[in-house]
């Protein structure tokens, strides 16, 4: 049984991203914000390109457990390319899964979001996942250069 | 007594009967409980000794006249007697309440260090400290425009020495050192330092959260100025501690919170302040805590404190040799001197991670920085995870432990 519950949390997707992650890399002359998870030691840093309204880039580097990682570079994969309101839903689509909150949630939106469906059951990890969320969204919005989870 | 001897008389099996948590599963498997660095189990002694406090003793101390008033203030009255013997304190006028390691040293720091440190004095702690003996500190140097110098220690964790002695100087009031660290497990030459604090005419306090539980502690010995520690990690409840110490500085530092019990007599022109240690337990206390206390003292010294330490290194080196047969797994402190505290990064997997998938297999190790941040960047790691051992901890547990490690690496590698 707990295999299985491990295998909730660390799918595939999760794994090969934490291993090979997408979009690890700094960008030159893009928007640059810190993301900390004082408790565990967590620390990425979000480049962001947009063009006008449109995420033109958007990379990382950093260093954390798997999870935060992953969803690091899902999350780049995801939003390259959409625009500020759409990277905005998709950060209250994936909060919503990692809560465990899944009124109104459309597989289809989520698409390899989905992978993280696990977190809901391991509330001490749900800091990890939305890191880097939190911290593209501190970007997106242009107000801070660091945010911490706490 | 011989080893083989003493091994034969400590019956962990016999130990584990009395806490009756351990019998519990997590997860669906047997709860291995390796996190007591953050706190320890309670026999069911002290959970009994507090149940029966609440059913039949409960009444406020100190200022009734009526029978349970008797009662209780007597109960916890001899806690305070059994502090004073566990640490060999000379008076029970030694012996402070508090509600734990850290409010301790925040009470030496607000009352001792706001009168006698003052701009240009230095407090010199060691680079390995928990941050509860590194803040309230720091609090105290930016207030009073004091400078916090800090003892460096080796890539093994270790004090050294020559370089502690070198940094007294003049203007060092007082040294603050832990008795071992929580996070690396080191045992530090606490008694060699306050000698050589003394000679420099400085004092020192100890911090003694990870000492009591894993040694003979004898405060007269150490000549410590003062020593904190924490209940609710030697085996007893939460929310209460002890400060040691030495009654004529006890006696010189003001008091520190105001209120019912630590006064003689009020009035609005005039407050005179009660005698020790009253003087510095403002309030009603942690009565049941401190009773509660009192008996995982005495449970301890029933098996015999010097039989756990021996058990609880057979169990470091044990686990030691054991976890060091994992491929990529590196241990973060190794003195030649340490407490049952493991601390180790394994390369390719974060703390995290390690923590979630142990905790599957009903495995409880703390990970992350373990409140010494300090420490974590002095030896170039984010975070580690930590097995730490007590009494009730077995070779068996320590096996489990290197099994759910190469099931760790089996799925992240």
């Not at chain 1, 625009?83 to 989520?110: I, N, P, Q, W």
Request: charged share 25%.
């Amino acid at each position: 049984m707990s295999s299985t519950d491990l295998r909730e949390l660390y799918q595939q997707v999760i794994l090969d991203h934490n291993k090979n992650p997408r979009n690890f890399r700094e960008i030159a002359d893009a928007k640059r914000v810190d993301g900390f998870n004082p408790l565990c030691g967590d620390h990425y840093t979000i480049f962001l390109q947009m063009d006008g309204d449109t995420i033109k880039d958007v990379a990382f580097i950093g260093n954390g457990c798997a999870i935060s990682k992953a969803s690091a570079s899902v999350m780049s994969a995801t939003v390259k390319g959409k625009s500020k309101d759409e990277a905005d839903r998709l950060f209250e689509t994936f909060h919503k899964l990692v809560t465990g909150d899944t009124s109104g949630l459309d597989a289809a939106e989520l698409g390899r979001l989905a992978a993280f469906s696990g977190v809901s059951e391991f509330p001490a990890r749900v800091k990890c996942a939305t890191l880097a969320w939190h911290t593209l969204r501190t970007a997106l919005e242009g107000s801070k250069d660091t945010v911490t989870t706490e | 007594m011989s080893a083989i001897e003493s091994a034969v008389m400590y019956d962990v099996a016999r130990i584990r009967e009395d806490f009756p948590i351990l019998a519990r599963k997590v997860r669906g498997r047997d709860l291995v409980y390796l996190d007591n660095a953050a706190t320890t189990q309670k026999p069911q002694s002290v959970i009994d000794r507090i149940v029966r406090y609440y059913s039949e003793e409960n009444s406020n101390v100190h200022r009734g006249v009526h029978y349970l008033s008797e009662v209780a203030t007597a109960a916890y009255e001899q806690s305070r007697t059994t502090v004073k013997r566990f640490i060999n304190a000379r008076d029970e006028k030694e012996i402070v309440f508090t509600r734990g390691t850290t409010e301790s040293i925040n009470l030496v720091v607000q009352s001792w260090g706001r009168k006698n440190v003052q701009a240009g004095d230095e407090i010199l702690i060691t680079a390995i400290e928990h941050h509860s003996n590194i803040v309230p500190w720091q609090l105290l140097c930016e207030e009073k425009h004091a400078r916090l110098v800090i003892a460096p220690v080796n890539d093994r964790g270790e004090i050294l020495l020559d370089d502690f002695k070198r940094l007294l100087s003049g203007r060092t009031k007082i040294v603050g050192v832990g008795h071992a660290s929580n996070a690396l497990g080191t045992i530090n030459p606490v008694k060699q330092m306050i000698a050589l604090a003394h000679a420099n005419g400085s004092l020192v306090l100890v911090d003694g959260a990870q000492g009591v539980p894993h040694m003979r502690v004898d405060v007269q010995d150490l000549d410590c100025d003062f020593y904190a520690f924490s209940g609710h990690k030697v085996y007893g409840p939460t929310g209460i501690g002890v400060l040691y110490g030495k009654e004529k500085l006890l006696e010189a530092m003001p008091p520190w919170q105001g209120g019912g019990d630590m006064i003689l007599s009020v009035s609005f022109e005039k407050t005179t302040y009660n005698a020790l240690p009253y003087k510095f337990e403002a309030g009603t206390p942690n009565i049941a805590g401190a009773i509660g206390m009192a008996a995982g003292l005495d449970y301890v010294a029933q098996i015999g404190i010097d039989n756990i330490a021996a058990h609880e290194q057979d169990l470091l080196q044990y686990a030691t040799r054991r976890l060091l047969e994992i491929d990529g797994l590196r241990i973060i402190g190794t003195a030649a001197n340490k407490a049952a505290v493991i601390s180790f990064v394994l390369e390719g997997v974060h703390p995290h991670d390690i923590g979630t998938v142990l905790d599957q297999d009903g495995i409880a190790i703390r990970t992350g920085h373990h409140c010494a941040q300090p420490l974590m960047m002095r030896f170039n790691v984010p975070a580690t995870g930590r097995a730490s051992f007590a009494m009730y901890n077995t070779r068996e547990e320590a096996d489990h432990l290197v099994d759910s490690l190469r099931h760790v690496i089996e799925v992240f590698r």
